[in-house]
């Protein structure tokens, strides 16, 4: 046999190893990433409704001025608003522990957590 001709059996014998290897290999992998990719869409799609039908039964949130009680200026209402704090009364049903979670060290510094609570259930108490 002339060397061309071996050289081209060997050619076209690595390209049809390689061509089953792939086939074999890959498409297990690519299959096992479109089914992980689909379990995510799937939580996330769960996810996504349970939070639509909290939100359809949570109400109208009121938004009240937490600037009127001492000790909350700017920075404490903005902290206050990031961790879902936005009415007298969902402040005045915080216990001191959880206004120092969301709010952080500063509460202590700049007020008495038990005082803002105390004048958030009176403002709540009012309206």
């Known amino acids: 046999m002339s060397p061309w001709i071996v050289f081209l059996i060997g050619l076209l014998l690595g390209w049809l ?13 690519e299959n096992a990433e479109v089914s992980e990719l689909k379990s995510k869409l799937d939580t996330a799609q769960k996810e996504n409704a349970t ?6 039964n949570c109400g109208e ?11 909350i200026g700017p920075v404490i209402k903005r902290k206050l608003n990031e961790g879902g704090i936005f009415s007298f009364a969902q402040l005045g ?3 001191p522990k959880d206004l120092e979670e969301i709010v952080g060290d500063e509460v202590k510094r700049l007020a008495d957590e ?6 958030a259930q009176e403002f709540a108490q009012k309206n």
Do not use: C
């Not at 190893?17 to 992998?29: L, N, P």
């Not at 939070?51 to 359809?56: A, G, I, V």
């Not at 038990?114 to 004048?119: K, P, S, V």
């Open 17 to 29: 190893i390689e061509w089953i290897v792939d086939w074999v290999y890959w498409r297990k992998k």
């Open 51 to 56: 939070l639509k039908e909290e939100l359809e």
């Open 61 to 71: 949130v009121r938004i009240d001025p937490l600037e009127k009680i001492k000790g």
């Open 93 to 95: 049903s915080l216990t």
């Open 114 to 119: 038990d005082e803002l609570i105390r004048q």
